[in-house]
């Protein structure tokens, strides 16, 4: 779309988009010099990695909801609203389901198995370069692809709102935001990410919320009113409010949107830049404490994102929402931006400016967020592992040197892949956190008898399976809005590859342990006997 095109669906005036560049720069350098000031300044691996369990309950909260709410659920899911209605509600909830899933479940036996990393819970009873190798290798697989959709995302941002055009400009805006994402998880570690993490989810519960109170009062507080005059704008009538449309035109709506639902439940929570978070609590109360503050926080948005969606329809029109994005990705700024009617005060263009600044935030906070898993990862389950007596001076020195190379490579293929459709990369995310990461923490937390080859099966197999999988989704070939809309090799009946992957994924982790013969598993279990006081009760905690 070209930078005419945005203002005049926008109408974005030259002031707010000067007044938002102002406020980019300024969050930037502030966000960066919080990093140097919090970052370790001292070879300390627990200082680094965990930032020593020193954030209050309200803090680690926050930076959890932080980081499990990225830009591409605000910006996606505020679009699938805006496009589909009912079925975004449904998708908006099932985010708050899943971290509700961690917190009963698994928040607590995973912050006493680890101590650093997701590799780290899964060695605990079943110790051993294959396994550490094999969780480095699903965790940059899961966080790698969301990486892109978010610094793609960046650079389309910044020439949506200021009015950029050209090719260049964008590729430039991904290079110089990777850079800054690749200083915040270097140089601030856990500690520095988590104040990003935090001024993020502040300011997009606060100016969300603001913008959610202007539309409601447009419509005369009345949700009703709302939601009719939303759906009289979609194009659709009635059909807007009730299940369905989203997956319309597939051989099998109802499973289809069944497969995305259990997607996002089993695997959102799993995703190793969230469970990483369960370790900066120094006990099995403050994990509880902890996301008894996220919960809260990440429900919250859910009525701003549902609120934002609906207005951008009920506001200027499905038809105009789908014609600046036909994912919809721009419906958050949209809404945002018509909230305020056809011209801005200055009161008006420095809450529109605030609104854009916490989008832009979330960006780089969420990108810093997966950049520091992904680097802890090859540091300590692969470089740390293979290298006898590490210190940890040079412990340190290798995340930051992960870091750099894994924000390099982001940027690389970011900048190849910005003019194709993202979505089959945050779905492919989601699909291998349900079905790979998801079976292995709870066999490996719950289940005696679970064996190493088990999970190696586990975490291949069901990655293994999603890819293949994704490869025949509507979202890659087939359709208009795919990744390569020109072709078609769709062979597989849903939008997500939840419905098969997952239970194959609990399958593979079953058939080998079963395969692995009973002399193994009774030793399996033997060694899990051994750790499960500390693993289910926090009996002990590992210092090693």
Not at 180 to 207: D, E, H, R, W
Request: aromatic fraction near 8%; charged fraction near 10%.
């Amino acid at each position: 779309m070209t930078a005419t095109a945005a203002v005049g669906l926008t109408g974005f005036s030259s002031s707010a988009q000067t007044m938002s560049l102002v406020a980019f720069t300024t969050v930037a350098t502030i966000t960066l010099l919080l990093c140097v000031m919090t970052g370790p300044d001292r070879d300390d691996l627990d200082e680094f990695y965990t930032g020593y369990s020193s954030l209050s309950p309200m803090s680690n909260g926050l930076a959890i909801a932080g980081d499990y709410i990225s830009a591409a659920t605000v910006l996606s899911t505020s679009g699938i609203i805006a496009l589909t209605g009912y079925d975004g509600v449904v998708l908006a909830l099932s985010t708050v389901l899943s971290l509700m899933l961690l917190m009963f479940l698994l928040a607590e036996p995973l912050r006493n198995a680890g101590r650093f990393t997701m590799g780290d819970a899964l060695a605990r009873r079943m110790p051993g370069r294959a396994v550490r190798m094999t969780a480095c290798i699903v965790t940059l697989a899961a966080l790698l692809p969301m990486m892109l959709v978010q610094l793609a995302g960046a650079g389309d941002l910044l020439a949506f709102i200021l009015g950029f055009s050209g090719d260049s400009v964008k590729t430039g805006c991904i290079v110089g935001l990777g850079t800054l994402m690749i200083s915040y998880a270097a140089i601030g570690g856990m500690k520095g990410t988590a104040l990003i993490q935090i001024l993020k989810i502040v300011m997009l519960l606060g100016s969300g919320a603001t913008v959610a109170a202007l539309i409601l009062r447009r419509f005369g507080w009345d949700p009703g009113a709302l939601l009719t005059a939303a759906a009289q704008n979609s194009g659709v009538g009635s059909a807007f409010l009730h299940s369905g449309l989203q997956f319309a035109g597939g051989p099998a709506p109802r499973l289809d949107m069944i497969s995305s639902e259990l997607t996002v439940v089993l695997g959102g929570a799993c995703l190793p830049h969230i469970t990483m978070r369960m370790y900066t609590a120094n006990s099995a109360r403050q994990v509880r404490r902890s996301l008894s503050w996220a919960v809260p926080s990440v429900t919250l948005l859910v009525p701003i994102i549902t609120v934002v969606g609906f207005g951008a329809t009920a506001l200027i029109g499905r038809a105009a929402v789908a014609a600046a994005d036909p994912q919809g990705r721009t419906a958050y700024l949209l809404g945002s931006r018509a909230a305020f009617g056809p011209d801005l005060s200055a009161a008006a263009t420095l809450l529109f400016t605030a609104v854009t600044t916490a989008i832009f935030l979330t960006l780089l906070a969420s990108v810093a967020g997966m950049i520091l898993a992904c680097a802890n990862s090859l540091a300590h389950d692969v470089f740390a592992s293979h290298v006898r007596d590490l210190t940890p001076r040079r412990e340190m020195t290798a995340a930051r040197l992960s870091a750099l190379a894994v924000g390099a490579l982001a940027i690389l293929l970011a900048t190849l892949v910005q003019h194709l459709s993202l979505q089959p990369l945050v779905t492919l995310s989601f699909c291998i956190g349900a079905s790979a990461i998801a079976p292995a923490l709870v066999y490996s937390l719950f289940w005696r008898r679970y064996t190493r080859t088990g999970l190696l099966w586990t975490l291949i197999g069901g990655t293994v399976t999603v890819v293949v999988l994704m490869t025949g989704t509507n979202l890659v070939s087939g359709s208009p809005t795919s990744a390569f809309p020109n072709v078609d090799f769709n062979w597989y009946p849903f939008t997500t590859t939840g419905l098969v992957s997952i239970p194959l994924g609990f399958a593979y982790g079953w058939l080998g342990t079963i395969a692995s013969g009973r002399r193994q598993a009774a030793e399996q279990r033997r060694q899990y006997e051994a750790v499960e006081g500390w693993i289910l009760a926090g009996a002990v905690r590992r210092s090693g």
